[in-house]
């Protein structure tokens, strides 16, 4: 799952802290990733190790720019859990793994600068 934002974008209009606690956001750990070639923009198919609670799901994510397939296994990142699925030609995207826009607009992954456990939601 991507979605794509202007980076010059205003901010959003102010929410309710109850609106924000809406948006599931947890931690996981690649245990898998593949190319997506399918895809209308290069991306990679993420399998995503969520921890008991959550479980595995599986992301489509437009980061080909800054990561190499090879290196993405192992490496922890955010996610919003609670989208409905949304497909992606034949690939159905479970989670939208979170990123921000470098200067040129390509995605960057949010992710924990320690190891943290698989599940761990945002606050």
């Known amino acids: 799952m991507h979605v794509t934002h202007d980076p010059a974008a205003a901010p959003a209009p102010e929410i ?3 609106d924000f606690l809406k948006v599931d956001v947890r931690v996981g750990t690649i245990v898998a990733a593949d ?5 209308r923009k290069p991306a990679f198919k993420l399998t995503i190790d969520f921890g008991p609670t959550i479980g595995v799901k599986r992301s489509s994510a ?3 720019e800054h990561y190499d397939i090879d290196t993405l296994v192992g490496r922890q ?3 919003v859990v609670n989208f409905p699925p ?3 030609g ?3 995207s479970q989670v939208l793994t979170l990123g921000f826009p470098d200067e040129a607009g390509k995605v960057v992954l949010v ?3 320690v190891p943290v456990p698989n599940g761990g939601r945002l606050f």
Do not use: M
Request: hydrophobic content about 50%; proline content about 13%; overall charge neutral.
């Open 77 to 79: 990142v955010a996610a």
């Open 86 to 88: 949304r497909q992606i």
């Open 111 to 113: 992710t924990p600068t």
């Open 62 to 64: 437009q980061i080909t």
């Open 16 to 18: 309710a802290f109850d």
């Open 35 to 39: 190319p997506f070639p399918e895809a």
């Open 90 to 92: 034949k690939f159905l």
